[in-house]
C-alpha cells in the first residue's frame, strides 16, 4: 500500500509532492548539496506549509512526503512513484522510527522554545542515510512565540539537507517571516464517497457504517473515524442532534446549554486524566529525580513542573471548546440538511440517519428561521473564538435556537 493511499480527495497535492520526491531524488543521486540546485530541483524545496480544513489530513500528507523522501524502492529506477509503502524507508517513516525523519507533535501542548532549539540543531547535522532530514511540526500553530523565532532561524538558513514539514489549521495561524518561507500546499474538504472508501479499506469499517460516519464527519477524516468505530463519539453525536427538538421553550435552552458545556468539560478533564499525570512523571523522571532520596528535588525541576502545568491548564481549556466546536459543527450540519429539505434539494445529506428529526424540524418552519438558526451557531463560534464565558455563549445560542 502506497504511503498515498490514506491520503483521500487530495490528488494536486499528491501529484505535486511526489514531483517534489522526484526532484529531490535526482538532487541525491547527482551528490548534489541543496534542494535548490539542478534542472527540475525547483520542484523542491526546504520547507513546506501543510494547511486545509480540520481533519483533512495535513499531516497525513506530510509523514507520506517524508516517506517518499526517505523510499528506496527499486521501481524508483523504472519510474515508479516515490512512496511505495514497503521499503525500508517509507516503513520506518511511516511507522516513525526513521533516524532522519523527526516527528514534533505537540499533543495539545504548546511547544517551547527549548524543544525547538534542538531541533534547530539537530536539524543542522547531515541525514544519517545520507537522503535527507526531515523534520515535521505537527502543529505548528501551537509553537509559543519564542519557539516560532527559533524555528524562523531553522528555516531561514536551511541546512543542505534539511526539510521542515509544518502543519497547520490555515496560513494565519503560522507567523508572516516563517510562512513566506515555506512552499504553502492547501488540502482540501475530502468527499464523504472518498472518506467512507478510506474507512472500510484502512479501518475495516462495515460499508454502511462507514458512509454514515463519513457524511456526519463533513470531510473530517478523524472525526468520522471516531464516528464509525467509537461508541461514545456516536452517543455524543446523538445527544447534540436531539437540541433542534430540545429548544421548545426556555427550559429547554437552558437544560441543553447546560448539558453541551458540561459535556465539553467532562471530555476535557477525562483527557487531562490521562495525560497530565504521565507528562508530570515523565518530566521529574527527566530530572533525575525519584522517591527516596531525602526528599530533596533537583534543581530547576519545581519551574519546570510549574511551566508544563500552565501548559497542561491551557491545554484543557482548549480540549473544551474543541470538544464545543464539534457539538457546534454537527448543529451546523444539522440545519443545513433542515434546509436543504425546505428548499427541496434531494442532494445526500449530512444525517441522513436523522431523517424524522430533520423533517420535523424542516416542517415547522420556513427556510428563514433555519437561516436565522444558522446565524445563531456561527455567532456562538464567534463567541467561543473570543474566549467568551462558554456557558454564556451557549445559552444564548440555544434559546436563538428557539422556534418562532
Ligand atoms: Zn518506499
Keep these: 500500500m502506497a504511503v498515498w493511499d490514506d491520503l483521500v480527495g487530495q490528488e494536486r497535492v499528491v501529484e505535486q509532492l511526489t514531483a517534489a520526491a522526484r526532484a529531490a531524488r535526482a538532487t541525491v543521486l547527482a551528490g548534489r548539496s541543496g534542494a535548490v540546485a539542478g534542472g527540475n530541483a525547483s520542484l523542491m524545496t526546504h520547507a513546506w506549509l501543510f494547511t486545509g480544513p480540520p481533519g483533512a489530513g495535513q499531516t497525513t500528507a506530510a509523514r507520506a512526503f517524508a516517506a517518499a523522501l526517505q523510499c528506496t524502492s527499486p521501481d524508483l529506477e523504472l519510474g515508479g512513484v516515490p512512496g511505495c509503502g514497503f521499503c525500508d524507508g517509507c516503513h520506518t517513516v511511516m511507522s516513525e522510527s526513521h533516524a532522519d525523519v523527526k516527528f514534533v507533535r505537540s499533543d495539545g ?65 503560522t507567523l508572516p517571516t516563517i510562512r513566506s518561507r515555506c512552499r504553502h500546499l492547501v488540502l482540501r474538504t475530502p468527499a464523504a464517497e ?25 470531510g473530517d477524516i478523524e472525526r468520522s473515524r471516531r464516528l464509525a468505530v467509537d461508541e461514545q463519539a456516536r452517543s455524543r453525536r446523538l445527544e447534540v442532534l436531539r437540541i433542534p427538538l430540545e429548544v421548545a421553550d426556555i427550559g429547554g ?27 508530570t512523571d515523565d518530566l521529574k523522571a527527566a530530572y533525575g529525580a525519584s522517591e527516596g532520596l531525602g526528599g530533596k528535588a533537583p534543581r530547576g525541576m519545581a519551574g519546570a513542573v510549574k511551566e508544563l502545568e500552565k501548559r497542561q491548564k491551557s491545554r484543557a481549556t482548549r480540549t473544551r471548546r474543541e470538544t464545543l466546536g464539534v457539538a457546534l459543527l454537527d448543529l451546523l450540519g444539522f440545519y443545513h440538511d433542515v434546509l436543504a429539505l425546505q428548499l427541496g434539494s ?55 435556537l428557539r422556534a418562532g
Design 109 to 173: 501542548l504548546s511547544i517551547g522554545v527549548g524543544d525547538m532549539r534542538a531541533l534547530v540543531l539537530r536539524a543542522s547535522s547531515y541525514p544519517t542515510g545520507g537522503r535527507w532530514s526531515v523534520i515535521l511540526i505537527d502543529a505548528a500553530h501551537r509553537l509559543t512565540e519564542a519557539a516560532a523565532n527559533a524555528l524562523l532561524k531553522g528555516v531561514e538558513e536551511p541546512s543542505p539537507r534539511t526539510v521542515w514539514l509544518l502543519c497547520a489549521p490555515s496560513v494565519q495561524d
Design 194 to 218: 472518498a472518506v467512507a472508501d478510506l474507512l472500510v479499506r484502512r479501518d475495516g469499517v462495515e460499508p454502511a457504517v462507514a458512509e454514515l460516519a463519513a457524511r456526519a464527519g463533513q
Design 253 to 279: 435552552c437552558l437544560a441543553a446549554a447546560q448539558r453541551l458545556v458540561d459535556t465539553a468539560k467532562a471530555d476535557a478533564e477525562a483527557l487531562a486524566e490521562t495525560r497530565d499525570a504521565k507528562e
Design 346 to 400: 434531494t442532494g445526500a445529506l449530512a444525517n441522513e440517519d436523522q431523517r424524522p428529526a430533520l423533517d420535523k424540524v424542516a416542517t415547522a418552519g420556513p427556510p428563514e428561521s433555519t437561516l436565522r438558526r444558522i446565524e445563531a451557531v456561527l455567532a456562538c463560534r464567534r463567541a467561543l473564538d473570543r474566549n467568551v464565558d462558554p456557558l454564556l455563549a451557549v445559552e444564548a445560542m440555544t434559546v436563538a
